[in-house]
Protein backbone atom coordinates (compact mmCIF):
# COMPACT_ATOMS: atom_id res chain seq x y z
CA UNK A 1 0.00 0.00 0.00
CA UNK A 2 1.15 3.16 -0.94
CA UNK A 3 1.35 5.79 1.17
CA UNK A 4 -0.19 9.32 0.04
CA UNK A 5 1.36 12.85 1.45
CA UNK A 6 -1.26 14.93 3.36
CA UNK A 7 -1.34 18.43 4.26
CA UNK A 8 -0.91 20.31 7.51
CA UNK A 9 -3.86 21.45 7.68
CA UNK A 10 -5.65 18.02 6.66
CA UNK A 11 -3.86 16.75 10.22
CA UNK A 12 -5.23 19.69 12.11
CA UNK A 13 -8.79 18.07 10.95
CA UNK A 14 -8.10 14.86 12.95
CA UNK A 15 -9.51 15.60 16.67
CA UNK A 16 -6.90 13.60 18.50
CA UNK A 17 -7.45 13.10 22.97
CA UNK A 18 -6.59 10.86 25.70
CA UNK A 19 -9.08 9.66 27.55
CA UNK A 20 -9.40 7.18 30.38
CA UNK A 21 -11.52 4.00 30.07
CA UNK A 22 -13.86 4.49 32.72
CA UNK A 23 -16.41 1.11 31.64
CA UNK A 24 -15.74 -2.06 29.88
CA UNK A 25 -18.32 -4.26 28.52
CA UNK A 26 -18.63 -7.35 26.75
CA UNK A 27 -20.31 -7.43 23.46
CA UNK A 28 -21.42 -10.76 22.14
CA UNK A 29 -23.36 -9.16 19.14
CA UNK A 30 -20.27 -8.14 16.99
CA UNK A 31 -19.32 -9.95 14.42
CA UNK A 32 -15.50 -10.16 15.68
CA UNK A 33 -14.82 -10.26 19.19
CA UNK A 34 -14.66 -7.26 20.49
CA UNK A 35 -15.47 -4.74 24.09
CA UNK A 36 -17.87 -1.21 24.53
CA UNK A 37 -15.64 1.24 26.34
CA UNK A 38 -16.80 3.92 28.03
CA UNK A 39 -14.11 6.67 27.90
CA UNK A 40 -13.75 9.95 30.16
CA UNK A 41 -12.79 12.89 28.17
CA UNK A 42 -12.40 15.30 30.77
CA UNK A 43 -14.92 18.01 31.58
CA UNK A 44 -15.27 19.62 28.30
CA UNK A 45 -15.31 16.81 26.07
CA UNK A 46 -17.36 14.32 28.62
CA UNK A 47 -17.67 10.55 28.03
CA UNK A 48 -17.92 8.97 24.52
CA UNK A 49 -18.43 5.13 23.73
CA UNK A 50 -16.49 2.69 21.27
CA UNK A 51 -16.14 -0.41 20.00
CA UNK A 52 -13.23 -1.95 20.01
CA UNK A 53 -11.66 -5.46 18.90
CA UNK A 54 -8.70 -5.77 21.56
CA UNK A 55 -10.07 -8.77 23.31
CA UNK A 56 -7.01 -10.79 21.95
CA UNK A 57 -3.79 -9.18 24.19
CA UNK A 58 -6.38 -7.44 26.55
CA UNK A 59 -8.66 -8.22 29.50
CA UNK A 60 -11.20 -5.90 30.62
CA UNK A 61 -9.13 -5.91 34.26
CA UNK A 62 -6.40 -4.91 32.03
CA UNK A 63 -8.20 -1.55 30.82
CA UNK A 64 -10.44 -0.44 33.60
CA UNK A 65 -8.51 3.12 34.09
CA UNK A 66 -6.11 2.88 31.64
CA UNK A 67 -5.58 5.76 29.37
CA UNK A 68 -6.09 5.31 25.58
CA UNK A 69 -5.42 7.78 22.65
CA UNK A 70 -8.80 8.20 20.17
CA UNK A 71 -10.18 10.20 17.86
CA UNK A 72 -13.20 12.00 18.71
CA UNK A 73 -14.53 13.59 15.71
CA UNK A 74 -15.38 11.29 13.15
CA UNK A 75 -18.92 10.99 12.65
CA UNK A 76 -21.08 8.35 14.92
CA UNK A 77 -21.50 4.89 13.63
CA UNK A 78 -23.98 2.19 14.97
CA UNK A 79 -22.24 -1.48 15.21
CA UNK A 80 -25.29 -3.20 16.08
CA UNK A 81 -27.81 -2.02 18.70
CA UNK A 82 -24.34 0.03 19.76
CA UNK A 83 -23.75 3.54 18.84
CA UNK A 84 -19.91 4.16 18.71
CA UNK A 85 -18.97 7.84 18.82
CA UNK A 86 -14.88 7.87 18.76
CA UNK A 87 -12.38 4.96 17.51
CA UNK A 88 -9.68 4.13 19.59
CA UNK A 89 -6.31 3.87 18.36
CA UNK A 90 -3.90 0.89 18.21
CA UNK A 91 -1.19 -0.69 16.23
CA UNK A 92 -2.67 -3.45 14.28
CA UNK A 93 -0.29 -7.21 14.01
CA UNK A 94 -3.07 -9.30 12.43
CA UNK A 95 -5.62 -9.73 14.62
CA UNK A 96 -3.91 -8.46 17.86
CA UNK A 97 -4.28 -4.52 18.60
CA UNK A 98 -2.18 -3.05 20.67
CA UNK A 99 -3.33 0.25 22.16
CA UNK A 100 -1.58 3.62 22.08
CA UNK A 101 -1.55 5.66 25.51
CA UNK A 102 0.62 7.64 26.68
CA UNK A 103 4.06 7.10 28.81
CA UNK A 104 2.58 8.99 32.02
CA UNK A 105 -0.64 9.32 33.40
CA UNK A 106 -1.91 12.94 32.00
CA UNK A 107 -5.01 15.20 32.09
CA UNK A 108 -8.21 13.47 30.15
CA UNK A 109 -8.94 15.41 26.82
CA UNK A 110 -5.85 16.70 26.23
CA UNK A 111 -5.48 17.24 22.58
CA UNK A 112 -3.04 15.06 20.50
CA UNK A 113 -0.28 16.74 17.90
Known amino acids: MKNSEISWSDFEKIDL ?8 ND ?3 AR ?3 YQLHIDFGKELGIKKSS ?3 TSLYTKEDLLGSQIVAVIN ?3 KQIGKFMSECLVLGAVNGKDVTLL ?5 VE ?3 KIY
Open 17 to 24: RVGTIITI
Open 27 to 29: FPE
Open 32 to 34: NPA
Open 52 to 54: AQI
Open 74 to 76: FPK
Open 101 to 105: NPNFK
Open 108 to 110: NGL
